[in-house]
């Protein structure tokens, strides 16, 4: 097996591609997204598909000739079909690879393993595990990979959704998961993904500031400390700074959203979240100071650590309501400081 060292679980969305885009070149030869395309409501085949090439060429964009996944995990049957079509479209020009997997319909298994052979780029197997590995999982993912030709390269992605402390068996589970799924077929990539990032809501943040431990980066000291020969070979996974619920929201309905959004650092061994408004007369000054509030931390990298780090600088020094940003703003600079802060963190 070889491929990225990390591997974060990202929204097709600009202010993500905006994110990755930002990057610095050493940061992002090490990165391999595996892009979600946002749900979208019913609509006519022709609409729908026009939707999904403009989130598939916002991706292409973004990447350029870097290969990435993109999956459609919140489809219908109906959108998964169009998806099959649009990606076959623009097949020869794309490093995009699709990702199917065990609960996903026989028709969109089907789509995914032609795309792959017409194609050679691939595919991938996206294995969703929230809980507790079964036989009847296995034997899924068995049937799912007597079907891949022999001659289309496969990775694998163990995604384990939501990770928080009452799942002290994921370990456990992830190891007994991976030592039925490794010796499958020689995986192009094998990687470990799970969403340690807090739901963010008002309960949490009724203080102003939460600190949340990053459960996704326990988990990958406890799989590291085993001695299963395969792990060394695991690439790292995560859903960047947005948890497994946050990066399935659809496009805004234009209803407007709570009064306050939040301001995202990623520390060694927690997430730090500072609430900010979004609207008053004293939005501004108190983005400013929730921006201060983070370059205090002990752990804060400075300013020259990525362009995450040098906006939350500039807002926090800065006059007016320029650059204090939104909602999209302040999630772009936080997958900016959390992604190159797990390169720095993989790198030996």
């Known amino acids: 097996m070889s491929g990225p060292l990390y591997v974060p679980v990202l929204p097709a969305k600009p202010h993500a591609r905006q994110a990755y885009r930002q990057l610095s070149p050493s940061v992002q030869a090490a990165v391999m997204p595996l892009w979600n395309l946002p749900p979208r409501a019913c609509l006519h085949p022709d609409a729908l598909a026009t939707g999904l090439r403009e989130d598939l060429w916002g991706v292409r964009k973004a990447h350029r000739h870097h290969p990435a996944w993109v999956d459609a995990p919140f489809a219908d049957e109906a959108q998964l079909s169009v998806l099959a079509d649009v990606l076959s479209t623009d097949a020869e020009a794309s490093p995009l690879r ?24 691939g595919l991938a197997i996206r294995v969703m595990m929230p809980g507790e590995w079964d036989d009847l999982l296995a034997r899924a993912v068995r049937d799912l990979v007597a079907r891949v030709d ?42 470990v993904l799970g969403g340690g990032f807090p739901d963010v809501t008002a309960r949490l943040l009724e203080h102003g500031t939460a600190v949340e431990p990053r459960w996704d980066w326990l988990l990958r000291g406890e799989l590291t400390d085993s001695t299963r020969e395969f792990v060394r070979l695991l690439a790292y996974g995560d859903y960047g700074i947005d948890s497994t619920r946050g990066i399935t929201r659809g496009p805004s309905s234009g209803n407007g959203g709570p009064p306050w959004g939040v301001l995202r650092y990623t520390t060694d061994e927690s997430f730090v979240l500072v609430k900010v408004p979004t609207r008053g007369a004293d939005r501004a000054a108190a983005i400013r100071a929730a921006a201060r509030e983070v370059l205090a931390l002990p752990d804060f990298r400075g300013a020259a650590a990525s362009a995450g780090e040098t906006w939350l600088r500039d807002c926090a020094h800065g006059q007016g309501s320029k650059g204090t940003g939104n909602a999209a703003a302040w999630l772009q600079a936080g997958n900016v400081q959390h992604m190159t802060h797990v390169v720095r963190s993989l790198q030996p």
């Open 98 to 121: 699709p990702v199917t997997g065990p609960d996903r319909s026989e028709a969109h298994q089907a789509a995914m393993l032609k795309h792959a052979r017409s194609t050679g780029n």
């Open 150 to 191: 022999p001659a289309v390269e496969a990775d694998l992605l163990l995604d384990l959704g939501a990770l928080r402390a009452d799942r002290t068996d994921a370990a456990k589970e992830s190891l007994r998961a991976l030592e039925a799924l490794i010796p499958l077929m020689p995986w192009r990539t094998a990687a």
